[in-house]
């Protein structure tokens, strides 16, 4: 299984039930897997609830360098499977 795959279930394992799994532990989840992947980056993410689903933002900073990755889903899984590639190492 890839680390993308791994950290792709672990967030999914969080979100389930979708209808009532809270957002902050999924993101906890999501976030830990990511950090894991990046090693001396700082990592930070952001999520809320919306009308329409949830929006989850990744942070990646290293060396001056920062990328933004972004999810605007209609669920929490959705998500997960949207921003799970970042738990990749570079």
């Known amino acids: 299984m890839s680390p993308a795959?791994?950290?792709e279930r672990a967030c999914?394992?969080?979100a389930h039930p979708p209808a009532e799994?809270?957002?902050?532990p999924v993101v906890a989840v999501l976030l830990r897997e990511v950090q894991s992947a990046h090693p001396?980056?700082?990592v930070t993410a952001a999520a809320h609830a919306e009308a329409a689903g949830?929006?989850?933002v990744l942070v990646i900073a290293r060396d001056g360098a920062r990328?933004?990755?972004r999810s605007e889903a209609r669920t929490l899984a959705e998500a997960c499977r949207a921003l799970a590639?970042?738990?990749?190492t570079p």
């Open 5 to 7: 795959d791994a950290a």
């Open 12 to 14: 999914l394992a969080a």
């Open 21 to 24: 799994a809270p957002v902050a």
């Open 40 to 42: 001396g980056a700082t």
């Open 54 to 56: 949830v929006a989850v």
């Open 67 to 69: 990328v933004e990755a």
């Open 85 to 88: 590639p970042w738990a990749v």
